[in-house]
C-alpha cells in the first residue's frame, strides 16, 4: 500500500525551480496510484496548507459526487461543527460538542469506533469557548498512533488510537474524582497560578481555556490556549495565555513561554506603566503550524485583555496580535514579528500561519511563512530567520480621541502582497451602483466616523458629535474560512469577506452589567458597548462596493496577485432589486466565506447560490475559472478536507451537529485502483 503524507513538499528545500516542476509530475503520477493519502492536520500538514495529492475527483466527473455517509453527532451534543477531523492510520478522528468527546469514526462507512469524554468539572461548565474544539493533535509513542486533545478544562489527554483509552504512563494523576489515573496532565499546574483542580482559577484572577488542538512536534506536544473573547470583558485583569511544552511519551513538563515579557524578558520595555502586572489574555485560539525538520512552532496570538479600548495597558504590548517562532524542543524564542501594535481592534490572527518552499528572483528555494490575517493583509517571513520576505513598512495611522488611550502612532503595512480585501471605508468606497444609491448610502454614514484599516474607537457621547466609528474590514479571514496553499506551486489561496462593523466604547461600569460572571477586579475606564448603532443601506444592500466575497490567488514566489474572482453568487434579494434594473453588476459574490481546500487537480469550496442554495464549487487553480458547480448537501464552514481510503477518495464536509463525507458512485471510483 502507498502512503502519501503532505509534508513531502518540504524535502523539496535545497532544489531550485526546474526541479520542482519536474518533483511536480513525480508527485502527480505517484498520487493516481495512491491507495491511501492521509490528512494529519486540521490544516491537512503540519504546515497548515489545507492540501491533498489525491486526483480521483477532478473536473470531469466533479459533478457526480454524492453522499458516501453521514455521521451524526447529536448523541455528543454537537453544535457547531467547528472540528476538522484528521484521517490517520486508516480511521478518522474528531472532537466534538461542548464535552469536547473525542470520537474514532470508520472512514468506509461513518460508524463510530470509540468515543472518550473527559469526567465532569466545574472548569468545562464555565468555559466560554466549550463547543469550540477545532480537531486533535497527533504523535506516536513506541511506533503506536497517539491522539492528543486539550478539553474546555484546559487538561492535556493523550489516548491510545486504536484504543481509545489514556496512554499509560502519561502524566500524573488528577486529583478529582472519576479521572483516569493515566493519560491526563492538569495545565492549570504549570501556568504558575493559585487555582482549585475542580473550579479552576479563583474569577478574580482571570480565565483560561482551549479551543484548538495541540501540536506534536519531534516528541514534544506543544499547547495553545484561549481566553474569554475580548469584546465581552470590562475588568482588566487577566491571566496570559502562556504557551507550554511537555515530553509526547510521559506528559512531563518541558518549558512555558511567557507571552508577556517578564522583568529581564525581550519585550518587557512594550509594557508601560507595569501592565504586564494584571493585565493578561494574548492567547493562541488559532490553530499552531510547525516545521519539523527545523524544529519551530509558529504561534498566531490575538491582543490584551479588553478588545476597543487599551488605556490600561500602554505601549505596544509584545507578544499581542503577533507571529511568534519558537524552538519547540526547548520554548525559547527563535523570531518574532508583531502585526499590529497596541492592538484595540479585535484584530487577532485568527487562522494557522501556512508554511511554503517557493523560488525566489535568483533561482533558490526559501522557506517561508505567510498570515493572512483579518486586516485584509498577508505578511510573509522567512520562517527559519524571522526576516520579510518583503519590506514592511511603518505606515502612520489615525490617532485616538479617547481619554486614557494611547495608540501607536504607526502600524505594519506590507509591500507585497497587496491587500487581498478592503482597506477602510471612505466616501469613494460606498456603493454606487446608481447616483441615487450612492446618495443613500453617503446619507447613511454621515453621522459615523469613516477611516482607514487602523480607524480608531469612539466613545458614546464623543466631542466630535459621532453616534459610532465603522471598521473595515472588521475580519476579511476568520476560523471559519481559512486559507489553503499548494506546495508545488507555492499559490495561496485565500477566501475573505467584506464586511464592516461599528463599535461605541461605554464606561467600564455599564459594560459590567452585562455579564453574569466577569473575571478580574478592576473595571476598565471604558469597555465595548453591547449593541449598538449600525449604520444600514435603505435597499438592505451592503454599504461599500462589490465583491462582498472573493477568492485570491497570490503567487508566494513573486509576491503578485494572480487572479480574483468573487465567492459565491449575487443574493437574488440585491439582483432584484428593482432600482437595480438595467443596471449590470455583475457577480457580486454572495457575502460569505465558506471553506475552501486544495487538490492536486483543482481548487474546492463551499458557498451558496443566489437562491441561498448550499453549493460547492471546483475552480481551476492557475485562472480562477469555474469548473463545476453542485448542490452540496448541507451548509458547512470551518473547514473542508479530502483523502483516500481503500483507494476511494473522500470530500469531508462539516456540516453543523453533523459530518457528510462525499465520493464519487461506487463504479467511478476505481481510478486509484485501476492505476495501480
Partial sequence: ????????????????????????????????????????????????TRYSPASQ??????????????????????????????YINGRLYTVVGARRHVVAIDPKTGATIWSYREPDTGRWEYSMRADYGKGVGYGQVDGRDVIYIISPGFFLTALDAETGQPLEGFGKPVPIDGFPKTGVVDLLADLGHPYDPYEGLPIERGYITSSSPPIVVNGVVVVGNS????????????????????????GEFLWKFNVIPQPGEYGHETWENDAWRTTGDISSWAPISADQELGLVYIPTNGVTIDYYG????????????????????????????????????????????????????????????QATKQGRTYVFNRETGEPIWPILEEPVEQSMVPGEQLSPTQPNPTKPAPFDMQGLTEDTLVDFTPEIKRMALEAVAEYQLGGVFNPPIQRDNPQGKIAYIQCPSGAVNITHPSSADPLTGIMYIISSSSCGSRQLVTGAEADTYYTEPTGVTLSRYAAANGGPRPRHPL???????????????????GEHLWMIPAGETPDRIANLPELEGVDIGNTGSGRAGPMMITETMLIYGNTAGDGTDMLYAIDKATGAQLGAIEAPAGSRYGMSSWVHEGRQYLMLQTGSSLTAMALPDGNSNISSAAH
Avoid: C
Avoid at 481566553?227 to 510521559?250: F, P
Fill in 227 to 250: 481566553a474569554e473573547q475580548g469584546y465581552n470583558q470590562s475588568r482588566i485583569e487577566n491571566v496570559a495565555g502562556d504557551i507550554l511544552g511537555y515530553d509526547a511519551k510521559t
Fill in 57 to 86: 475527483i477532478n473536473a470531469s466527473n466533479f459533478s457526480d459526487l454524492e453522499v458516501a455517509w453521514e455521521w451524526d453527532g447529536a448523541s455528543f451534543e454537537a453544535v457547531s461543527g467547528r472540528s476538522t477531523p484528521s
Fill in 311 to 370: 488605556g490600561h495597558s500602554p505601549g505596544d504590548n509584545l507578544y499581542s496580535t503577533s507571529l511568534i517562532a519558537l524552538h519547540a524542543r526547548t520554548g525559547e524564542r527563535a523570531w518574532h514579528y508583531q502585526l499590529v501594535h497596541h492592538d484595540i481592534w479585535n484584530y487577532d490572527t485568527p487562522t494557522a500561519p501556512i508554511l511554503l518552499d517557493v523560488t525566489a528572483a535568483n533561482g533558490l528555494t526559501v522557506p517561508i511563512v505567510a
Fill in 540 to 558: 438592505g444592500i451592503p454599504l461599500w462596493k462589490p465583491p462582498y466575497s472573493r477568492i485570491t490567488a497570490i503567487d508566494m514566489n513573486t
Fill in 1 to 48: 500500500m502507498m502512503k502519501t503524507n503532505p509534508t513531502t513538499p518540504f524535502l523539496l528545500r535545497t532544489i531550485n525551480q526546474f526541479s520542482i516542476v519536474a518533483a511536480a509530475l513525480l508527485f502527480s503520477s505517484a498520487s493516481l496510484a495512491q491507495d491511501t493519502v492521509e490528512w494529519t492536520t486540521l490544516g491537512g500538514d503540519f504546515a497548515h
